[in-house]
DNA sequence: GTAGATGCAAAGTATTTGCGACAAG
DNA sequence: CTTGTCGCAAATACTTTGCATCTAC
């Protein structure tokens, strides 16, 4: 798991700090897709040092290396996430803020076929879903 | 054009100032998602005494009313665009940021599906393509 | 040894807000 | 009239950056 992130970073040429090792670590094990602020707590316990300056370099960092991705759920702040090999979008519950990861080949294939329709290769994209619980 | 937001803010008992009104004319007449600083230089030009605060209030109020969309496409800041009846998508152009909107309603439908799985009512979502034009 | 990373605090952006003056209903 | 809005500038929230120091390779 946390061999994973640290493993990217070597075939990207990304240099291994004490400080960038500490952060893969927390974002391998977080699973909520975490702000920076929250990151930052969460690595603060574990090396105290660790300057709030590090964690943005860091992430942006990951993200420019493909390694997280970046997501702006409402709410103003940037969230993140460790980046798979399975991709998937979110399903955000409105009332808890609890985010369940989905995939749907079928949109999937929609998506393309949509941006093939107007000329377009498709490089990325987003799709968000937010609801509220039935009550059964 | 320009009445229909003016009629949607007495329908939804939204005070109609003489700002509120050019704010309102100057969204129904830009088809390119303006953020808050395009939308205050527009408005500027036709009553230069209007504050951007008063554009962030507006865009807002609007936005809480149910009269404007807001998106957080990449880039940082907040854009809008005037809600009309047919719900729409965005395709965006990555290298040139040009805004195609679409309607696809199997997507729609899908989507549906997909929080229905989950045991969720769909009140909201956001979807995005990003892609580059393809030399055909 | 050297290029690049870090910590700190200061500087940027984007957006919100307190307050006295003012306008809509 | 009275409540809510406006303009202004100050405040806030999030993120980036300059610089001297330090560290991975």
Redesign the interface.
């Known amino acids: 798991m946390t061999e994973s992130i640290e493993k990217k970073c070597i075939s990207k040429g990304v240099k291994l700090t004490e400080q960038r090792k500490i952060i893969a670590k927390v974002m391998s094990e977080s699973n909520d897709h975490p702000d920076v602020d929250e990151l930052y707590s969460r690595v603060s316990k574990i090396d105290s040092r660790i300057s709030i300056a590090t964690v943005y370099r860091t992430v942006k960092l990951f993200e420019e290396s493909g390694i997280v991705a970046k997501h ?1 759920f ?1 709410g103003g702040k940037a969230r993140y996430e460790e980046l798979s090999e399975s991709h998937h979008d979110h ?1 955000i ?2 009332k808890t803020g609890e985010i ?1 990861e ?1 995939v ?1 080949e ?2 999937e294939k ?2 393309k076929k ?2 093939d ?18 009550n ?1």
Request: proline share 0%; aromatic share 12%; glycine share 6%.
């Open positions: 702006d409402k399903l519950d409105i369940i989905f749907d079928e949109i929609l998506q949509v941006a329709k107007y000329g377009y290769d498709l490089v990325d994209h987003k799709l968000e879903l937010y609801g509220v619980k039935k059964k």
